[in-house]
């Protein structure tokens, strides 16, 4: 089997496609075949993700007044990037539909003998709760702006949505448009077939087209094929069929699904998967009308980067708070507008004992507001609450976010030290530390009555603490006096860029004379050099052969330089090709050097699955440490660079390990290493863009900013759906195990909300053993529904030498019991149209209620119309909204979206036509010439329809593969 084979056949074990060893390896062959037809979960998934991106995109261009255009198809998401105009943010869509999809796959590794998670086994109405449920966490998430959360939720349940039309008769019934109410509670789905009602006929053959019987077809009853890798049936009904389900072996012989070409309805393949990018893309469009149009690209990752803070309250940093007040205002305006615009802003206080609340929001002037009314008080003794405030901080940032902490102590909770190493780790967080003190880090406190004042000084081993998570991270200590913060900030944040690349970073704790190499290539712009240390002396050579030394302030290779403290910031001319920085220095130091560029890329490890059909699965704590290793790489930015050296860099310099990198398409790569080193390190990619114009241009290189740190110690959790209600005690089954030496662990389980918990302080492992505990974590009745808790569980080997970790996001969600749409009534209309429209105008009066038992009418706004809408709630009645619109009579149509308090959507649809000069007409009393209304909650039929029309062009138009799963 050649390595392309080999690389494929593993990256489809990890992506769904499940089977005994000897049986994927006999299916190789007709995988290459049939893979250009056949339609995956993945494909179905990012077309539906990509082609309502683009519409909403589209919207809100349309509403402010911009010109859009469509990318070529197909579809990408660098391209769907750029024509929402936030190509810069083209890296955090593909993590977002890449999570997205994982978290779609996982439901076969999970669920894989639960019929209800695929719409096996006529299990419709337990199906649709999966949905229903599922839907209710992604609306209270988002609504939250917990996107994290709302993101693994959507993977999770838009896979049975998927499901459903290749797994029943669907589309063998006739059916064009998707099951709109597999997303509606309380609706009726289709008419089902009861128990003992046959359902099919033996195939004839190996021909299974007519297998169904005629009186389902005819009576359109729903059915779905039943599901058994291990024997029999219901006499009478269908199976899903295909080599895992023995169930097919038993009258009536054969099955139905339709997950590939080669299936047994294979020749619907195709009407089933583009229904189901249909019945996704509707989905998501409910998700949308929930969330408003900003709100759901944020959750798509189609915005720009969070802003976060963390400040130190205590009485001695008065001045570094007005320092950052002053620097917020400045990078905020110098940012609004354009790509580098903050999509979130994030500030956590604290002090001692108290830290948070975190708050969080979109809006800049709250951010501002937030930061001018912090004080500076109290304080006590010298450490302070920094770790606490930083854990809540990595935990309510989005992946791949930089935070930045301001202090002037040390860390009270530094307990917590292995917690937050783990959260940066698992987020691939940039953490920067702004410590002020002028080198003396003083902190005052009062003894006594008689205002006697002692300084206490930040200890070195202190220090240590923030440059040890600084450098985890790819990020910064920057110590300096309190007058030397503004520029510092300044420094550090307003060179910071949606785009921005690390093209090298290194750290020495023992300093010494050390050549360092970077590629710069044609895509890096604004080449920068941040240098942290003192006493660090360079000699910086650029590709044709100019060098400048440190000592040099006329040198031509450096275009600006400042130094603050113990930071240093150059500025490069940007020329491409090979650069050497020669390093000399007796003290510790950190090198980093970044450039605004789209090429990115994204990675995780994998590991064998412990599923029952093998395969591999996305690591989401550290690697096993010495042993070989597979490692999933994305390429971001461009369609046109290709990998050709992936290496696992040791921190310490001490040694590197490469990979053997195989493509297998669509930007992605495994990369398998014969070893994992086990002390620190990063990754770094080198490759090839055929865009580059000259000899060397072609060439680039990109860094993982944070660091990992294998582990001979797993912690791993059964499946759980990661949902409880306030008041609620959520239990965790988790386990431990070693590949080394046994012991007794230590256990520690926190998580960012404080809710009380219970676990297991230490477990006893054998050598090469496992042992079990559970963490049982329990939501105040007060919790806001659509909360968002970060568990961390934590394993020491004995001696502490040796650790890991896994990092759990779960949701606190009230029960939803308002699954109706709001409801519209109209009150009266009037108009003065005339032949010429310009000159005249109509008036609309609707009264939106969200029913008797509903939660509440949240927000109304347009959809469609051109109009001024004002709304009111109607006097003495809180549950009644009042709307008016007034617009143009040449602007007849307008569209409402109306959203009640738990994300029910419902829209309403008004028209005037011009029959006469006027018109003043109650509901009762409308003639054909005045509005016609859809009920609130389903579209117009117009509406739908040409909904649906759009979104199968669209289907129509790409031509992706793509292939549903076996179950």
Same mark, same amino acid.
């Given at each position: 089997?050649?390595?392309?084979?080999?690389?494929?056949?593993?990256?489809?074990?990890?992506?769904?496609?499940?089977?005994?060893?000897?049986?994927?390896?006999?299916?190789?062959?007709?995988?290459?075949?049939?893979?250009?037809?056949?339609?995956?979960?993945?494909?179905?998934?990012?077309?539906?993700?990509?082609?309502?991106?683009?519409?909403?995109?589209?919207?809100?261009?349309?509403?402010?007044?911009?010109?859009?255009?469509?990318?070529?198809?197909?579809?990408?998401?660098?391209?769907?990037?750029?024509?929402?105009?936030?190509?810069?943010?083209?890296?955090?869509?593909?993590?977002?539909?890449?999570?997205?999809?994982?978290?779609?796959?996982?439901?076969?590794?999970?669920?894989?003998?639960?019929?209800?998670?695929?719409?096996?086994?006529?299990?419709?109405?337990?199906?649709?709760?999966?949905?229903?449920?599922?839907?209710?966490?992604?609306?209270?998430?988002?609504?939250?702006?917990?996107?994290?959360?709302?993101?693994?939720?959507?993977?999770?349940?838009?896979?049975?949505?998927?499901?459903?039309?290749?797994?029943?008769?669907?589309?063998?019934?006739?059916?064009?448009?998707?099951?709109?109410?597999?997303?509606?509670?309380?609706?009726?789905?289709?008419?089902?077939?009861?128990?003992?009602?046959?359902?099919?006929?033996?195939?004839?053959?190996?021909?299974?087209?007519?297998?169904?019987?005629?009186?389902?077809?005819?009576?359109?009853?729903?059915?779905?094929?039943?599901?058994?890798?291990?024997?029999?049936?219901?006499?009478?009904?269908?199976?899903?069929?295909?080599?895992?389900?023995?169930?097919?072996?038993?009258?009536?012989?054969?099955?139905?699904?339709?997950?590939?070409?080669?299936?047994?309805?294979?020749?619907?393949?195709?009407?089933?998967?583009?229904?189901?990018?249909?019945?996704?893309?509707?989905?998501?469009?409910?998700?949308?009308?929930?969330?408003?149009?900003?709100?759901?690209?944020?959750?798509?990752?189609?915005?720009?980067?969070?802003?976060?803070?963390?400040?130190?309250?205590?009485?001695?940093?008065?001045?570094?708070?007005?320092?950052?007040?002053?620097?917020?205002?400045?990078?905020?305006?110098?940012?609004?507008?354009?790509?580098?615009?903050?999509?979130?802003?994030?500030?956590?206080?604290?002090?001692?004992?108290?830290?948070?609340?975190?708050?969080?929001?979109?809006?800049?002037?709250?951010?501002?507001?937030?930061?001018?009314?912090?004080?500076?008080?109290?304080?006590?003794?010298?450490?302070?609450?920094?770790?606490?405030?930083?854990?809540?901080?990595?935990?309510?940032?989005?992946?791949?976010?930089?935070?930045?902490?301001?202090?002037?102590?040390?860390?009270?909770?530094?307990?917590?030290?292995?917690?937050?190493?783990?959260?940066?780790?698992?987020?691939?967080?940039?953490?920067?530390?702004?410590?002020?003190?002028?080198?003396?880090?003083?902190?005052?406190?009062?003894?006594?009555?008689?205002?006697?004042?002692?300084?206490?000084?930040?200890?070195?081993?202190?220090?240590?603490?923030?440059?040890?998570?600084?450098?985890?991270?790819?990020?910064?200590?920057?110590?300096?006096?309190?007058?030397?913060?503004?520029?510092?900030?300044?420094?550090?944040?307003?060179?910071?860029?949606?785009?921005?690349?690390?093209?090298?970073?290194?750290?020495?704790?023992?300093?010494?004379?050390? %050549?360092? *190499?970077? #590629?710069?290539?044609?895509?890096?712009?604004? =080449?920068?050099?941040? $240098?942290?240390?003192? !006493?660090?002396? @360079?000699?910086?050579?650029?590709?044709?052969?100019?060098?400048?030394?440190?000592?040099?302030?006329?040198?031509?290779?450096?275009?600006?330089?400042?130094?603050?403290?113990?930071?240093?910031?150059?500025?490069?001319?940007?020329?491409?090709?090979?650069?050497?920085?020669?390093?000399?220095?007796?003290?510790?130091?950190?090198?980093?050097?970044?450039?605004?560029?789209?090429?990115?890329?994204?990675?995780?490890?994998?590991?064998?699955?412990?599923?029952?059909?093998?395969?591999?699965?996305?690591?989401?704590?550290?690697?096993?440490?010495?042993?070989?290793?597979?490692?999933?790489?994305?390429?971001?930015?461009?369609?046109?660079?290709?990998?050709?050296?992936?290496?696992?860099?040791?921190?310490?310099?001490?040694?590197?390990? %490469?990979? *053997?990198? #195989?493509?297998?398409?669509?930007?992605?790569? =495994?990369?398998?290493? $014969?070893?994992?080193? !086990?002390?620190? @390190?990063?990754?770094?990619?080198?490759?090839?863009?055929?865009?580059?114009?000259?000899?060397?241009?072609?060439?680039?290189?990109?860094?993982?900013?944070?660091?990992?740190?294998?582990?001979?110690?797993?912690?791993?959790?059964?499946?759980?759906?990661?949902?409880?209600?306030?008041?609620?005690?959520?239990?965790?089954?988790?386990?431990?195990?070693?590949?080394?030496?046994?012991?007794?662990?230590?256990?520690?389980?926190?998580?960012?909300?404080?809710?009380?918990?219970?676990?297991?302080?230490?477990?006893?492992?054998?050598?090469?053993?496992?042992?079990?505990?559970?963490?049982?974590?329990?939501?105040?009745?007060?919790?806001?529904?659509?909360?968002?808790?970060?568990?961390?569980?934590?394993?020491?080997?004995?001696?502490?030498?040796?650790?890991?970790?896994?990092?759990?996001?779960?949701?606190? =969600?009230?029960?939803?019991?308002?699954?109706?749409?709001?409801?519209?009534?109209?009150?009266?209309?009037?108009?003065?149209?005339?032949?010429?429209?310009?000159?005249?105008?109509?008036?609309?009066?609707?009264?939106?209620?969200?029913?008797?038992?509903?939660?509440?009418?949240?927000?109304?706004?347009?959809?469609?119309?051109?109009?001024?809408?004002?709304?009111?709630?109607?006097?003495?009645?809180?549950?009644?909204?009042?709307?008016?619109?007034?617009?143009?009579?040449?602007?007849?149509?307008?569209?409402?979206?109306?959203?009640?308090?738990?994300?029910?959507?419902?829209?309403?649809?008004?028209?005037?036509?011009?029959?006469?000069?006027?018109?003043?007409?109650?509901?009762?009393?409308?003639?054909?010439?005045?509005?016609?209304?859809?009920?609130?909650?389903?579209?117009?039929?117009?509406?739908?329809?040409?909904?649906?029309?759009?979104?199968?062009?669209?289907? =129509?138009?790409?031509?992706?593969?793509?292939?549903?799963?076996?179950?």
């Amino acid at each position: 089997m050649s390595p392309g084979a080999v690389a494929l056949c593993l990256l489809l074990m990890q992506t769904g496609v499940y089977g005994f060893e000897i049986e994927i390896i006999q299916l190789i062959p007709d995988l290459f075949r049939s893979e250009a037809a056949n339609q995956k979960h993945e494909h179905i998934t990012q077309r539906a993700i990509l082609n309502t991106t683009l519409q909403t995109c589209r919207a809100l261009a349309l509403a402010d007044g911009k010109d859009f255009s469509f990318p070529p198809q197909p579809f990408t998401a660098e391209s769907v990037s750029a024509a929402c105009r936030i190509s810069k943010s083209s890296k955090r869509f593909h993590q977002t539909i890449k999570l997205i999809e994982r978290m779609n796959r996982l439901v076969d590794a999970r669920h894989f003998f639960d019929p209800e998670y695929h719409f096996d086994n006529e299990k419709f109405a337990d199906g649709r709760r999966i949905i229903i449920e599922g839907l209710a966490v992604v609306k209270a998430s988002n609504k939250e702006m917990n996107f994290e959360a709302a993101r693994e939720k959507l993977g999770e349940l838009i896979h049975p949505l998927q499901d459903f039309y290749s797994h029943s008769n669907w589309v063998e019934l006739g059916n064009t448009l998707p099951n709109t109410n597999l997303i509606r509670s309380g609706t009726s789905i289709g008419n089902i077939a009861a128990s003992s009602k046959a359902t099919c006929r033996n195939c004839d053959g190996n021909d299974c087209r007519n297998n169904i019987l005629e009186d389902i077809k005819q009576e359109k009853i729903l059915t779905s094929g039943y599901f058994n890798p291990f024997g029999s049936k219901p006499e009478g009904k269908c199976s899903h069929g295909g080599i895992l389900d023995f169930s097919r072996l038993f009258k009536p012989k054969g099955g139905i699904n339709k997950d590939k070409m080669t299936a047994e309805h294979g020749h619907l393949h195709t009407e089933a998967a583009n229904m189901a990018v249909a019945a996704t893309s509707e989905l998501l469009e409910d998700i949308r009308g929930a969330a408003g149009d900003k709100t759901f690209l944020q959750m798509m990752g189609i915005s720009g980067e969070a802003l976060c803070f963390v400040i130190d309250t205590t009485e001695s940093m008065s001045g570094d708070i007005a320092a950052v007040r002053t620097i917020t205002s400045s990078i905020i305006n110098s940012k609004v507008g354009t790509e580098d615009e903050p999509s979130l802003y994030i500030l956590v206080p604290f002090n001692d004992p108290d830290f948070g609340p975190l708050m969080r929001t979109t809006d800049p002037n709250i951010f501002k507001n937030a930061i001018n009314s912090l004080s500076a008080t109290g304080g006590g003794d010298a450490p302070e609450m920094s770790l606490s405030g930083l854990q809540l901080a990595l935990t309510g940032a989005p992946p791949n976010s930089e935070i930045f902490l301001f202090t002037d102590a040390a860390a009270k909770d530094s307990h917590l030290r292995s917690t937050v190493n783990a959260l940066i780790e698992c987020t691939k967080t940039v953490v920067n530390f702004m410590i002020t003190g002028g080198g003396l880090f003083r902190r005052r406190r009062q003894i006594g009555n008689d205002q006697q004042q002692q300084q206490s000084r930040l200890a070195p081993l202190d220090i240590q603490l923030y440059r040890d998570l600084a450098q985890t991270s790819g990020g910064q200590t920057i110590e300096v006096t309190k007058s030397e913060l503004p520029e510092a900030i300044s420094i550090i944040t307003e060179s910071s860029s949606s785009s921005l690349v690390t093209l090298l970073q290194a750290a020495r704790s023992l300093g010494k004379a050390e %050549n360092f *190499n970077f #590629t710069v290539d044609e895509s890096v712009k604004n =080449l920068t050099i941040y $240098i942290t240390g003192t !006493s660090v002396n @360079f000699t910086l050579i650029s590709p044709s052969g100019v060098s400048q030394q440190s000592t040099d302030t006329t040198g031509s290779l450096i275009t600006a330089s400042q130094t603050v403290g113990n930071f240093k910031n150059l500025k490069l001319k940007s020329e491409v090709g090979l650069w050497e920085m020669k390093m000399v220095s007796t003290n510790t130091y950190t090198l980093k050097v970044v450039g605004e560029s789209s090429i990115d890329f994204l990675f995780n490890f994998l590991e064998a699955s412990k599923g029952p059909f093998g395969g591999f699965n996305v690591i989401d704590n550290r690697p096993r440490a010495g042993s070989n290793g597979t490692l999933l790489l994305t390429v971001t930015g461009s369609t046109s660079a290709t990998v050709t050296e992936v290496i696992l860099v040791e921190s310490s310099g001490s040694g590197n390990v %490469n990979g *053997n990198v #195989t493509a297998v398409g669509g930007g992605d790569y =495994l990369v398998q290493f $014969i070893r994992v080193p !086990s002390e620190e @390190f990063v990754v770094l990619m080198k490759g090839q863009n055929s865009n580059g114009s000259s000899r060397s241009s072609g060439t680039f290189q990109r860094q993982s900013t944070s660091s990992i740190k294998a582990s001979t110690v797993t912690v791993t959790v059964d499946d759980t759906n990661g949902v409880f209600a306030p008041g609620e005690t959520f239990s965790v089954p988790f386990s431990v195990k070693t590949s080394s030496a046994g012991g007794k662990f230590t256990i520690r389980a926190t998580n960012d909300q404080g809710f009380n918990s219970t676990f297991p302080s230490s477990l006893v492992l054998d050598t090469g053993g496992s042992a079990n505990g559970t963490v049982n974590l329990t939501a105040p009745v007060t919790t806001t529904s659509g909360t968002d808790v970060t568990l961390t569980i934590e394993a020491d080997s004995p001696g502490g030498a040796d650790t890991n970790y896994l990092v759990l996001r779960l949701a606190v =969600l009230t029960a939803v019991t308002d699954f109706t749409e709001p409801l519209c009534e109209l009150l009266s209309l009037q108009s003065n149209c005339t032949e010429n429209c310009s000159l005249s105008t109509w008036k609309l009066s609707v009264q939106v209620t969200d029913r008797a038992n509903g939660t509440g009418i949240d927000r109304v706004s347009l959809r469609q119309g051109n109009g001024t809408m004002n709304t009111s709630l109607a006097a003495g009645k809180e549950n009644i909204t009042l709307v008016s619109y007034t617009a143009s009579c040449c602007s007849p149509d307008v569209e409402l979206l109306v959203v009640d308090g738990v994300g029910n959507v419902g829209t309403c649809s008004y028209s005037v036509r011009q029959t006469s000069t006027s018109s003043s007409q109650a509901p009762s009393q409308a003639p054909s010439q005045t509005p016609t209304a859809a009920p609130v909650g389903s579209f117009s039929t117009k509406s739908f329809q040409s909904f649906l029309f759009c979104i199968f062009i669209t289907i =129509l138009g790409l031509n992706l593969p793509f292939e549903m799963g076996i179950n």
